[in-house]
């Protein structure tokens, strides 16, 4: 049985991995010019823009600017408050679901409630909303589904997640919750649902108006005590 829905934030409520890893790569190759970012960009799904760095700082021998991590959350602000848009379908499905819901998200608190808002889904989610900025470690630690789960007042083993990342499924698998695996945002590429199959995740939608009738399995208890 379930008793709350967690939802991602990034690839999951908003189409925004695209725009973030095109402003990312701008910003670097525009300090860093001559190195090619591009297949190292692509290893950025799903982690804090700052490991993402440091790794890149290790990669290629340089030295990331005092604050860079600051102008490029300033230019992906930027970028995101001019073409930021919803996953399409995402309103009504979450309308539709019947369990409470939150927002868990490596993205800083601010980033994930402004792109909430531009996604018209505040009413959806309440204050109920938060950011491994909140805890020691981010995903894929479980740090942050376990903190939610205690503010939510709701056993983690009765949570129910929907990632797109690798890293975010492990951190909700870690922490005992189930999950969902949504393949349908933008920057997905393609074979991915295979991948994920392959790592025994079972549970994966294309589209979001999947959701309801598989949460609604979960709330029912079909889905036993398989995780994904």
Known sequence: MLDHLICDCDGVLVDSEVIADRVLVETLSATFPGLDFEAAAKTAFGQQTSRFLAGLETQFGITMPVDFLDTIDRHIEAELAKSLGPIAGVRDALQR???????????????????????????IFGPRVFSAEQVARPKPFPDVYLHAAQQLGVEPARCVVVEDSISGLNAARAAGMKTIAFVGASHIPDGYAEVLRSLGVTRIIERMEQLPALVAAGVRGEFGDVQS
């Open 97 to 123: 679901v019947t369990l409470p819901a939150a927002v868990v998200s490596n993205s800083r608190l601010a980033r994930v409630t402004a792109s909430v808002k531009r996604a018209g889904l505040t009413e």
